[in-house]
């Protein structure tokens, strides 16, 4: 990290799940001003400020068992890079878990301008922890995604159920039992757009954040790049064509029943009316 605020200069991209944040991720990470750790998705700062299981030494534990140590192929892995994926596991098992645990995830170098965290859960806090945030970097930028909900509420869903192995549910279920699943806390928070930019709003100017749409993204992948690019003052980099037009964890082939979109209607204009108060004009095309 630089020296002067605990975190540096951080980019925090927020997005709500299934809105294009995993894409977002592998494609800036080739950025060279760009400093990425090996995990998309730390949620320190919903540790800090909302929930202190996140990243509990259970936790943390797991998650180096499941998602680094078993990760690599010993028959193909660069063993420069495996050694410097474990130098990251021990500074993520490092005690106590504080700012400068945190800070310290991040193995900073004079050519990278910004720290990068694609932690979903932090459009989850509340203004007072965006503030504090803010106060501990020498440069805050906050990007947050959104999708049409009621798209993003049925990708979300089928994601859910396909990663708990409960896809086949949904050929047996009626009305009634979609919109019990998809009002389940872990869900539908990620459909509060209103909230999470009236708490973005309040508490950081406009230069130190940015919405952007996942229309946007697909209708033009290097377009939505290049925003964010400016956003963050980076010069244009030459992503490959393959990486823009690649789709990560997509969720099951599943067609969205007729009666789905009339489950949240009521639910969906009022959160178009919640971001058109802020200024903010969803796209036409959203349902």
């Known amino acids: 990290m630089v020296e002067g605020g605990v975190f540096g200069n951080l980019f925090l991209s927020i997005g709500a799940m299934k809105a294009g944040t995993t894409w977002l991720n592998a494609v800036l990470r080739r950025h060279p001003e760009l400093n990425c750790p090996i995990e998309k998705e730390i949620h320190y700062f919903y540790h800090r400020y909302v ?122 279920w009626g009305a009634q039992d979609y919109n019990a699943y998809l009002r389940q806390d872990h869900i ?41 690019e400016s956003f963050l003052g980076l010069q244009p980099f030459d992503y490959p064509r393959w990486l823009l037009e690649r789709r990560f964890t997509e969720s099951a082939r599943v067609g969205m029943p007729d009666f789905f979109p009339a489950l949240v209607a009521d639910d969906v204009a009022r959160i178009k009316a919640e971001i058109a108060e802020l200024g903010i004009d969803p796209p036409a095309s959203w349902l």
Not at 160 to 165: A, C, H, T, W
Not at 190 to 211: D, F, Q
């Open 188 to 228: 539908w928070v990620n459909a509060e757009y209103g909230r999470v930019l009236r708490n973005l709003y309040a508490a950081l100017p406009e230069s130190s954040r940015k919405v952007m749409f996942y229309d946007d993204i697909e209708a033009d992948n290097l377009g939505a790049i290049r925003a964010v």
């Open 51 to 172: 929930d202190r299981s996140t990243l509990s030494d259970v936790r943390r534990l797991q998650n180096t068992r499941n998602d680094y140590i078993l990760r690599f192929d010993p028959e193909t892995a660069n063993p420069d890079m495996v050694r410097r994926n474990l130098q990251w596991v021990c500074a993520y098992l490092d005690r106590p878990v504080d700012d400068f645990w945190y800070r310290n995830l991040f193995d900073m170098r004079s050519h990278e301008r910004f720290a990068c965290d694609f932690s979903n859960l932090n459009a989850l806090l509340p203004a007072e922890a965006w503030q504090q945030i803010a106060s501990r970097t020498d440069d805050l930028r906050v990007l947050y995604t959104m999708r049409d909900p009621v798209k993003r509420l049925w990708s979300h869903m089928k994601f859910d159920l396909q990663f708990n192995g409960k896809l086949d549910l949904l050929a047996g």
